[in-house]
């Protein structure tokens, strides 16, 4: 089973990289992410070399491990984005001269922060692997964050506010991850890129 976040905005640089990192580290873990990413070509699986300083359970203290998630770049407009929403009028619709019905992409307010946003960064996660929710939540919540983004869940359409988005991130992760029992476990150990 795999889910998605979304994270909208204006543009994306391989600057953002090493703050990206940066702010990584801050979560109890000391983090790399593989040498050659690069936020021009990347399509598919993204590793991350990491350990955690303070986990929960012994089997994983002092272990360099290996985790990520699946991330996609796309060009993103809202005015198209909208359009492909509406449905597409039969040969009679179109004699009567109905008209497409406008059907919102999201609130009013989230549409506001969505038009200036030129790219939308996907971040796939897999339930198989432990930590691949740490990695795609906290990633997506950096992100939107330092590009001022808009970030959703669309399996339940869900907005997030930017305001301590990082912050609570990391709070839902550490909620989950106390509930993994050892025999729960499911994690790959670092050897090579």
């Known amino acids: 089973m795999s889910l998605d976040i979304n994270v909208y905005c204006r543009q994306l640089s391989d600057d953002l990289i090493p703050k990206i990192v940066k702010r990584l580290n801050d979560y109890e873990m000391v983090v790399e992410v593989h040498p050659e990413f690069s936020f021009s070509d990347q399509t598919g699986f993204l590793p991350f070399k990491f350990r955690l300083t303070n986990p929960h359970l012994d089997i994983l203290k002092d272990k360099e491990l290996k985790s990520g998630f699946e991330l996609y770049i796309d060009d993103f407009d809202l005015q198209t984005a909208k359009e492909n929403l509406k449905p597409k009028l039969g040969f009679i619709d179109k004699l009567l001269g109905k008209k497409q019905p406008d059907i919102p992409f999201a609130s009013e307010d989230i549409e506001k922060r969505l038009k200036d946003c030129k790219k939308v960064v996907t971040f796939v996660w897999h339930t198989g692997d432990s930590f691949d929710l740490r990695f795609a939540s906290l990633t997506s919540a950096i992100l939107t964050e330092l590009t001022n983004g808009v970030c959703t869940y669309p399996a339940?359409?869900?907005?997030?506010?930017?305001?301590?988005?990082?912050?609570?991130?990391?709070?839902?992760?550490?909620?989950?991850?106390?509930?993994?029992?050892?025999?729960?476990?499911?994690?790959?150990?670092?050897?090579?890129w």
């Open 156 to 192: 339940d359409d869900i907005w997030y506010d930017n305001k301590n988005i990082v912050d609570e991130a990391f709070k839902e992760i550490k909620e989950y991850e106390k509930t993994l029992k050892e025999k729960d476990l499911d994690f790959m150990t670092f050897d090579q």
